[in-house]
């Protein structure tokens, strides 16, 4: 275990230089052919990297400790992460090495992944025989896809944190697998890189195959055809662990004894999906602090953590003392915050250079009309009245980009009903982002009837007319899905393991049934029934299904399965499904008629809107 106040001594002590020395003893075995010179000047800047790296990592500001930077380990948790059904404690990164050299960690907004790779970028060092690199993936936003290279941005970050060694043996150190990369927020990198990002982790994954490679990311249906990657989902906290976070943290003690009492008398599995974020937890805490109370609704949550911290209280003068520096009250603050957002949001604007921030602060005052404000200092109380914003060298970047999605919804609620279907019915057609991103959940959670009404219902009418025209056959299913795909896999203890799930076709429909089904509570089961039986059946006729070939996702096609079956006998695999569809016809009989708008791009349309 890392001792948090060890990480932040002076490395000039003899044990920090002790331990300098066993770590190139482990690793110089790497350099066999360095001279040695080039060796003592090679040893001199490993300690200078691992010195530089461990301060840059093991302080952390949060919500709660807004101001002073933390040490890490004075108040993170271990939480756990699921691998087939399989729980792995990830106290030492070593734990998941028995998964293989590539790793995607999935979480929803607020589960603490980057400050995961944080805590497992400092075990590497404290606990491996590599040098790990961590690179923050929204830092690639500021390039031209063209100018993006991974194996570049690797090398610079060694050698922009003091660990010079010429690009020969940067390769050589490459290809001996010398490193643990970490890539932190695929989620944050904007939609028009996205592919030239994807192509270039797989490709130094591939290429450099024996160093290790993390990735974290919220869900997302495009890992699908990762196929060199064991993809693991971090699980929600325990009422113990959320208890033990709550004891470390450094604040009035009254208050946090209270807070303890007030959350340990919630019933736990009833507000599970509250109180098991991390997230939501330092949010509940900012908003017990000014209103001694918890909010168990998310649109709460953000309002309320929102609300306390422009008015945050200050206990040393016993009043309210903030000085608003913009010169807004709270209501027009919180609208050009929310116009920024939401602006940015439909942009695939994650992070701001000084000027685009300055851009889009004056666009509000234009757009929204209001009475003078300063930008210099509006922009001040982004990072230091709310804190909605943290400045990172020349960058800035949200505290956490659920408060854009939060915002970017409340200014949703301000266009008129037409402006919002338009709108939003494209950008289900045109992202790629809709089923990893809280936005359109906290959406609903502001204004439910609505969006069943002129976002979901538009869809599924769509949906109710293939019903009407097919019934529930294979024409239905083929107008929505490609067929299915066939994952096979073995764990760590060499049982295979099978998977199928449909391959789909128009993601615009599926989303939309998806969206009915998360949004509006419908139980529903998985698509696919006894999948294993049905693998079994279409293995009898499908030879890529006996190579033994695992970690793949093998696309079938409806044909194929009718090798082996009758029509009415595969609709009964996919009897789950047909429950999907009944639910929407149910949503739809709620709700009248919606005109759907013409086809046009989210960008024009913002340019309509004068967004």
């Keep these: 275990m890392i001792d948090g106040k060890e990480l932040v001594?002076?490395?000039?002590?003899?044990?920090?230089?002790?331990?300098?020395?066993?770590?190139?003893?482990?690793?110089?075995?790497?350099?066999?052919?360095?001279?040695?010179?080039?060796?003592?000047r090679y040893k001199t800047a490993y300690e200078e990297y691992i010195s530089n790296t461990k301060q840059k990592n093991c302080k952390i500001k949060t919500l709660i400790y807004k101001s002073v930077p933390k040490d890490l380990y004075s108040f993170y948790v271990y939480i756990n992460v699921l691998y087939d059904n399989k729980i792995i404690n990830t106290k030492t990164v070593c734990n998941l090495f028995e998964l293989g050299n590539n790793i995607i960690v999935t979480g929803i907004a607020g589960t603490g992944k980057s400050l995961l790779f944080k805590h497992l970028f400092l075990d590497s060092i404290e606990n491996t025989e590599f040098i790990p690199v961590l690179l923050e993936l929204r830092d690639f936003n500021n390039y031209q896809p063209n100018n993006i290279s991974i194996y570049n941005s690797i090398y610079n970050s060694l050698c922009d944190n003091g660990f010079y060694l010429s690009d020969e043996y940067f390769k050589s150190s490459m290809n001996e697998g010398y490193y643990i990369i970490f890539?932190?927020?695929?989620?944050?990198?904007?939609?028009?890189?996205?592919?030239?990002?994807?192509?270039?982790?797989?490709?130094?994954?591939?290429?450099?195959?024996k160093n290790k490679y993390f990735l974290s990311s919220r869900p997302s249906q495009e890992f699908i055809g990762w196929n060199n990657f064991c993809e693991t989902e971090i699980l929600k906290l325990s009422k113990w662990q959320v208890f033990d976070m709550i004891k470390k943290l450094e604040i009035n003690e009254?208050?946090?004894?209270?807070f303890y009492k007030t959350l340990n008398d919630l019933p736990y599995e009833k507000h599970k999906s509250f109180i098991s974020n991390?997230?939501?937890?330092?949010?509940?805490?900012?908003?017990?602090?000014?209103?001694?109370?918890?909010?168990?609704?998310?649109?709460?949550?953000?309002e309320g953590a929102f609300t306390a911290l422009y008015y945050l209280f200050d206990e040393t003068k016993c009043s309210y003392t903030r000085d608003i520096k913009s010169g807004l009250d709270y209501c027009n603050f919180k609208l050009v915050f929310s116009y920024?957002?939401?602006?940015?949001?439909?942009?695939?604007?994650?992070?701001?250079?000084?000027?685009?921030?300055?851009?889009?602060?004056?666009?509000?005052?234009?757009?929204?009309?209001?009475?003078?404000?300063?930008?210099?200092?509006?922009?001040?109380?982004?990072?230091?009245?709310?804190?909605?914003?943290?400045?990172?060298?020349?960058?800035?970047?949200?505290t956490h980009r659920s408060f854009q999605e939060y915002f970017a919804a409340c200014y949703t609620c301000r266009l008129l009903d037409k402006d919002q279907s338009e709108l939003l019915l494209t950008w289900i057609k045109e992202s790629s982002s809709i089923f990893r991103d809280s936005y359109i959940t906290m959406l609903f959670g502001l204004q439910s009837e609505k969006v069943n009404k002129i976002i979901i219902c538009p869809i599924l009418k769509e949906i109710q007319k293939l019903y009407n025209d097919y019934g529930f056959s294979l024409k239905l299913l083929e107008n929505l899905f490609s067929g299915i795909n066939i994952s096979i896999r073995k764990d760590k203890n060499n049982q295979i393991l099978h998977n199928v799930s449909f391959h789909v076709k128009n993601?615009?429909?599926?989303?939309?049934?998806?969206?009915?089904?998360?949004?509006?509570?419908?139980?529903?089961?998985?698509?696919?029934?006894?999948?294993?039986?049905?693998?079994?059946?279409?293995?009898?006729?499908?030879?890529?299904?006996?190579?033994?070939?695992?970690?793949?996702?093998?696309?079938?096609?409806?044909?194929?399965?009718?090798?082996?079956?009758?029509?009415?006998?595969?609709?009964?695999?996919?009897?789950?499904?047909q429950k999907q569809i009944e639910s929407a016809m149910q949503t739809i009989e709620k709700y009248k008629d919606h005109n759907i708008t013409k086809n046009k791009t989210v960008a024009v349309i913002l340019e309509k809107l004068m967004i």
């Design 9 to 40: 001594t002076d490395f000039a002590t003899d044990f920090a230089k002790d331990t300098m020395k066993e770590l190139f003893n482990k690793t110089k075995k790497f350099f066999k052919d360095l001279k040695a010179k080039e060796a003592i």
């Design 183 to 209: 890539f932190d927020g695929f989620d944050e990198i904007s939609e028009d890189k996205k592919q030239h990002l994807t192509n270039e982790i797989k490709k130094i994954s591939e290429k450099y195959n």
């Design 254 to 258: 009254t208050i946090k004894n209270n």
């Design 278 to 302: 991390p997230l939501s937890i330092n949010m509940m805490l900012l908003t017990f602090q000014k209103y001694s109370s918890v909010p168990i609704n998310i649109s709460n949550f953000y």
């Design 340 to 398: 920024i957002c939401f602006k940015s949001y439909f942009s695939h604007k994650f992070q701001f250079s000084e000027t685009e921030l300055r851009q889009y602060i004056q666009q509000a005052k234009e757009k929204l009309d209001l009475p003078d404000f300063s930008i210099d200092g509006f922009q001040k109380d982004l990072t230091q009245l709310v804190c909605m914003l943290i400045k990172d060298g020349l960058t800035y970047h949200f």
């Design 507 to 577: 993601k615009y429909l599926v989303c939309g049934l998806w969206l009915n089904n998360t949004l509006n509570g419908f139980f529903h089961e998985p698509y696919i029934k006894n999948d294993y039986e049905l693998y079994k059946k279409i293995q009898k006729v499908d030879p890529f299904l006996s190579y033994g070939d695992y970690r793949k996702y093998i696309p079938i096609s409806f044909d194929v399965i009718l090798n082996t079956m009758s029509e009415d006998e595969m609709l009964s695999y996919f009897s789950s499904f």
